[in-house]
């Protein structure tokens, strides 16, 4: 994973070779060394099933307004449930007061840059399907296996 920070926020997180991977020109690679450490810790309790809360301040780079409200909402997704596209743009419509449409939604999951702790993994298709991660399907299933979301 390549990780970049605003002091000590996370301010992107990514799988190496992720989709939609930002031009972050001028923004640090390599956390801070305390946010380092602390990051590791909390993802290796993820990895190993111990923590289903992250601690980790973050700081997302970029994003419209729209954008960032898709990813305050993603915060909101408990461990281990899912929501839906269509699901997410009612709660977004509600939050704003303006309509988003599930394409909409998508977009802006899409561009999430803070892969995992902002959990854009447990975003699935109406249908029940698991549709498209910018990190990869098979990493989206790995991740929601991990939580017990799947089987």
């Not at 060394?33 to 993820?46: D, F, G, I, V």
């Not at 995992?116 to 698991?130: D, E, F, K, T, Y």
Request: glycine letters at 12%.
């Amino acid at each position: 994973m390549i990780g970049a920070h605003v002091g000590e926020h996370l301010s992107g997180l990514w799988f190496v070779g992720q989709a939609h991977f930002p031009r972050i020109q001028g923004h640090p690679m390599r956390p801070h060394p305390r946010l380092s450490k602390s990051l590791t810790t909390e993802l290796n309790a993820y990895a190993n099933g111990e923590l289903t809360t992250f601690t980790i301040a973050v700081a997302p780079i970029g994003g419209s307004p729209h954008a960032q409200a898709v990813w305050r909402a993603l915060c909101a997704i408990p461990y281990g449930t899912t929501t839906t596209y269509g699901r997410l743009a009612q709660t977004i419509g509600d939050i704003t007061g303006r309509a988003s449409s599930p394409r909409a939604i998508g977009h802006a999951v899409a561009r999430n840059p803070i892969s995992i702790l902002i959990p854009c993994h447990r975003v699935i298709g109406a249908n029940g399907q698991l549709t498209g991660y910018a990190g990869g399907i098979e990493k989206k299933t790995a991740l929601l296996r991990l939580e017990h979301a799947i089987d």
